[in-house]
């Protein structure tokens, strides 16, 4: 009998979800749940590199589950869970940190950023957090990791680890792959077309939650440029603005480059940005609704990440016995 994939994915509740989670990782995840045995999770233990309010991880937590259900991921076909409710992350985090290197781990971007950003608490997580992730995919021997592009140096990270932890003790860990999504991989800042979508800028980011006048004033507002003569034209490097309209648009729709510069031949940026914003809108609408729906039954979400942990557990424990029997730990 032919094994099915695994397919594994976990996004931090450390702000609402956004179009950028949505296009660049979440959708992904929707589509495969028949062809691949699926892993997918709230990354509670990772919000905490940076300061939270624990009330507001507690109800962004529960949030996030709603909107994964909301957006496509029934809790039938994939096991979703809470992080922090499958104690062998941590487990396994604590032995991949002494097989990841200072040096790599300093190499981050994400760690780079961050630290940058939190002057005032560059703690330890924060720098570690990497050797939990690859703990978080390895546990589950996914064949893949569906996230965006400004994830893919951890995946390489993992990578390296495996290699590592292999060349050592024999195949142990199976190597996992990064899964780009060819479009929406990387949305810009509405406001900032030279840098990611990002709950941090939110005048330029669209939540999955929010109201559609709202998604439809920050469409109106996205910077563009000046330019008069055929605007509508797909060029990163000169119309960085326009052919992140055009990639978001090209995502929600599914048209090509082509078919949106002829649909808007001849016509200005009023009447190209609330058509995208109105095909954000119709895309959004359903999500809304249903994750307003599913957030109001408390009982319902907890038998889904009671269920989903006690799946995780079940299947991370093996992965976490063999590892504790490969380093040299006595069983219990
Ligand atoms: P922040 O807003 O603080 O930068 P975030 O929204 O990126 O955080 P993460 O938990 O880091 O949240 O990302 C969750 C998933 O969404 C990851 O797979 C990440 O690659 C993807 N992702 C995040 N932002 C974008 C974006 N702008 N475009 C495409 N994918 C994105
Ligand atoms: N590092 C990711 C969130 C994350 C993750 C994972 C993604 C934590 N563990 C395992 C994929 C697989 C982020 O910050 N977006």
Redesign the pocket.
């Known amino acids: 009998m032919d094994e099915k994939k695994v397919m594994?994915?976990?996004?931090?509740p450390s702000g609402d979800l956004h179009l950028g989670n949505y296009l660049g990782?979440i959708r992904n995840w929707a589509a495969r749940a028949e062809e691949y045995d699926c892993y997918y999770?709230m990354?509670d233990m990772?919000t905490i590199t940076v300061r939270q309010n624990p009330a507001d991880l507690r109800r962004r937590t529960l949030e996030q589950l709603a909107q994964y259900i909301a957006c496509g991921l029934d809790p039938e076909k994939n096991t979703l869970f809470i992080?922090s409710h499958v104690p062998q992350h941590a487990e396994l985090g604590w032995v991949l940190n002494c097989y990841t290197m200072f040096g790599e781990l300093s190499r981050m971007t994400?760690f780079k950023d961050k630290s940058a950003k939190h002057k005032d608490n560059i703690n330890g997580g924060l720098f570690t957090?990497?050797s939990?992730?690859a703990a978080?995919?390895l546990l589950y021997q996914p064949d893949f990791?569906?996230?965006?592009e400004?994830?893919k140096q951890?995946?390489e990270l993992t990578r390296n680890i495996v290699q590592r932890f292999n060349g050592i003790y024999g195949e142990v860990f199976k190597m996992p792959e990064p899964f780009i999504p060819k479009t929406g991989a990387r949305v810009m800042g509405l406001t900032t077309p030279d840098s990611k979508m990002s709950k941090s800028i939110p005048e330029g980011c669209v939540f999955l939650m929010e109201k559609p006048e709202d998604i439809q004033r920050k469409f109106k507002r996205a910077v563009t440029d000046s330019d008069t003569e055929n605007p509508v034209r797909y060029d990163p490097a000169g119309k960085p603005g326009v052919a992140n309209l055009m990639n978001i648009y090209a995502a929600v729709t599914g048209r090509s480059f082509d078919e949106i510069e002829a649909e808007f031949a001849g016509q200005g940026y009023g009447k190209f940005k609330p058509a995208v914003g109105e095909a954000v809108i119709e895309t959004l609408r359903p999500i809304r609704e249903e994750a307003a729906r599913i957030l109001a039954d408390k009982a319902y979400l907890e038998g889904v990440y009671k269920a989903g942990a006690e799946k995780a557990s079940y299947v991370a424990n093996r992965t976490l016995r063999k590892v504790y029997k490969k380093v040299g730990f006595v069983a219990r």
């Open positions: 594994l994915s976990g996004i931090q990782a999770f990354a990772h992080q994400q957090y990497p939990l992730m978080d995919i990791v569906p996230v965006g400004d994830q951890h995946v």
